[in-house]
């Protein structure tokens, strides 16, 4: 939480002066007053602004910034919000939903409600209602600080005991997200700031659990306690703790928020954001360009390219910070059962060529274990890499070790399984990886190598229209291809993705014993030595098995109205998460008060 000097009786009288003179006269780039360009407008900087402004009709020329332009730098010096910020999105899941109490959670871009923490693009867990935190020696008790004087939206304080009222109520209802906390068995209240989970195994990363596992918010006790469905039902005031509350809201179209300026962390220099519906991306691109809004995320790269140079207009790029895409395999499925079959398959998957197709100067061949380099750092197994590279000799050799024979036929190749049955692979397309075509695109490429190469018969269905189908199908079909958050491959206990347990099978259906257990270890194990070792050891394991293969990783793009904000580029990079971009950007124009 950042502090703020008390300006000085006079600077204040001038300040409210030019406070209630506002009108609407564009500037360019940079903030008024801001002269010497650091983002900051400090006491002095708009003392001499006033005083250029106060002294102009004895000067020679005009002044430099008219009444608005003085108005906009008070704000910002005063850290008081300041027009509006208009966010383009691209389906209804990102307008208003119900209070994120169940299924996803609580986002990381959420700015009405909190948990405890939330986390940035370094992968480091950032204070939200907390203001610190820490464990105990054996990782077992976490305790929480909730920052004094904090208060829910309609004024009512923020305490301990909401905490312990939303692990409850989470349990009470049977809630989903019940699941994510299954390993705390008991939330304590020490006074009205100070809050103690209790869990029944060593957990290192339990902040990060909350964060992202998904997200668990913390919500009052005093509306909640009243809602006995919350199926059916939900707090129509969408009260939280954040730094922006709700306003109002357009069915199917919009809705917006203003700053709490009773927010108990820095109160956002922005006074009004509003999420829009647009329903494709080429129309978020016309409304950036026409100024209808200010922030658009998750471009296409080539989207992003075309914006690059475009007047009043920023592109921040995300290196590695968008999607993974991978072949992954259901280890219960013929043939993707047999480990030789995948090995084959592992050295015919020409990632230079898929990242060629899909954008080279977006994505980057990945040929780890499972953990991308640019996100994981020094926890990828660098003795892992590489190895599997495409070598379709290699491939057919492995076919043949497996009991796979490659036939010629009417000049054709055509591979055969130990059965004697034509090997025949359906690969249904649609989920996470089919945004801008990029699984189509990886299947062009393993067409050309698995079916022209390897005689493998490959069938390619379309469900790119019915994601409850293609759920269905993913779970029936040997071979998919999948598109993930790079988050997914930042860390080694996201190598957790893994493990089968009692609760169910993962997601690849993969089943290794040494694997489930020393999963267990790690989410055991605190020193960051021992957690290094153990995560080599599992994705030694991984690149043995091949429940998937890697392809690439691809760079995320967000552009931004750069001659009316200040900010976006920093903060994007250093921090991520909606939270502490819409929370910090600064407006830079008098446009922005609309």
Same mark, same amino acid.
């Given at each position: ?15 409210? *002066? ?8 564009? !500037? ?47 704000? $910002? ?48 867990? *950032? ?7 820490? /464990? ?31 692990? @409850? ?17 008991? !939330? ?7 809050? %103690? ?15 992202? #596992? ?23 005031? =969408?009260?939280?703790? #954040?730094?922006?509350? =709700? $306003? ?20 956002? =220099? ?44 920023? !592109? ?10 991978? %072949? ?13 079959? +995948?090995?084959? *398959? ?101 067409? &050309? ?30 071979? +998919? ?35 489930? &257990?020393?999963?267990?270890? *790690?989410?055991?194990?605190? &020193? ?8 080599? @050891?599992?994705?030694?394991?991984? !690149? ?21 904000? =200040? ?16 929370? /910090? ?10």
């Amino acid at each position: 939480m950042s502090e703020r000097r008390g300006p000085s009786a006079f600077f204040v009288c001038c300040s409210i *002066l030019f406070l209630i003179l506002i009108c609407c006269m564009p !500037v360019s780039a940079g903030i008024p007053c801001d002269t010497n360009g650091d983002g900051v407008v400090s006491e002095d900087e708009l003392s001499t602004g006033i005083l250029d402004y106060l002294n102009a009709p004895s000067a020679a020329g005009p002044a430099t910034l008219d009444k608005a332009d003085l108005s906009l730098a008070a704000h $910002n010096t005063l850290h008081i919000p300041y027009g509006q910020l208009v966010v383009a999105v691209d389906s209804e899941n990102e307008l208003l939903p119900r209070a994120y109490i169940d299924e996803k959670g609580v986002p990381e871009d959420s700015l009405i409600y909190e948990g405890f923490v939330t986390r940035a693009r370094d992968k480091e867990d *950032l204070g939200w209602l907390a203001s610190s935190w820490e /464990h105990s020696a054996d990782g077992k008790t976490w305790t929480f600080h909730i920052p004094s004087g904090s208060t829910w939206q309609d004024g009512v304080p923020v305490t301990a005991n909401d905490a312990v009222f939303s692990y @409850q109520y989470l349990n009470d209802k049977g809630l989903k997200n019940r699941n994510v906390l299954s390993n705390v068995t008991n !939330v304590t209240a020490l006074n009205n700031t100070t809050v %103690v989970y209790s869990l029944d195994i060593c957990m290192p990363q339990f902040p990060d659990l909350l964060a992202t #596992g998904p997200g668990i918010a913390i919500f009052p006790e005093h509306i909640w306690s009243s809602i006995s469905n919350p199926n059916k039902e939900s707090d129509p005031d =969408y009260i939280g703790s #954040g730094p922006f509350m =709700y $306003n109002s809201s357009i069915s199917g179209d919009s809705y917006k928020l203003e700053a709490y300026r009773g927010y108990h962390g820095s109160v956002p =220099y922005v006074n009004t954001i509003v999420r829009k519906l647009y329903s494709s991306e080429d129309t978020r691109v016309l409304a950036l360009k026409n100024g209808d809004v200010d922030f658009v995320s998750d471009l296409a790269p080539a989207t992003a390219h075309s914006l690059q140079g475009v007047n009043g207009i920023g !592109v921040t790029t995300i290196p590695a910070g968008g999607k993974s895409f991978e %072949v992954a395999f259901n280890l219960d499925i013929y043939p993707a059962n047999n480990t030789l079959f +995948r090995e084959a *398959l592992s050295h015919a998957v020409n990632r230079d060529r898929m990242c060629q197709l899909i954008d080279r100067q977006a994505t980057e061949a990945t040929s780890t274990a499972f953990l991308i380099p640019a996100l994981a750092g020094d926890q990828v197994n660098n003795a892992t890499n590489d190895r599997y590279g495409y070598d379709l000799t290699a491939a057919k050799a492995l076919l043949a070790q497996a009991g796979f024979t490659l036939k010629t036929e009417n000049g054709k190749n055509i591979l055969y399984g130990p059965d004697s049955q034509v090997v025949t692979i359906t690969i249904p397309l649609g989920g996470k990886a089919s945004a801008n075509g990029v699984d189509e695109k990886i299947v062009q490429v393993l067409k &050309e190598d698995w079916e022209t190469a390897l005689g493998i018969t490959l069938t390619v269905e379309n469900l790119k229209a019915d994601d409850d189908q293609y759920d269905k199908r993913i779970d029936g079909d040997a071979v +998919r291809i999948d598109g993930m958050p790079s988050y997914f491959h930042d860390d080694i206990a996201r190598l957790n993705n893994f493990q089968s347990s009692p609760l169910g099978k993962n997601y690849y259906h993969f089943d290794n014993g040494s694997f489930n &257990e020393l999963i267990d270890t *790690l989410q055991n194990t605190v &020193e960051e030595s021992q957690r290094k070792a153990i995560g080599d @050891q599992l994705q030694e394991i991984l !690149v043995e098995q091949i429940p998937c293969i890697p392809v690439c990783s691809m760079d995320a793009f967000d552009a931004y109205r750069s001659d009316r904000f =200040y900010g976006f580029d920093s903060l994007i990079h250093k921090d991520g998460g909606d939270i502490n971009i819409f929370s /910090h950007v600064k407006p830079a124009s008098t446009e922005v008060n609309r």
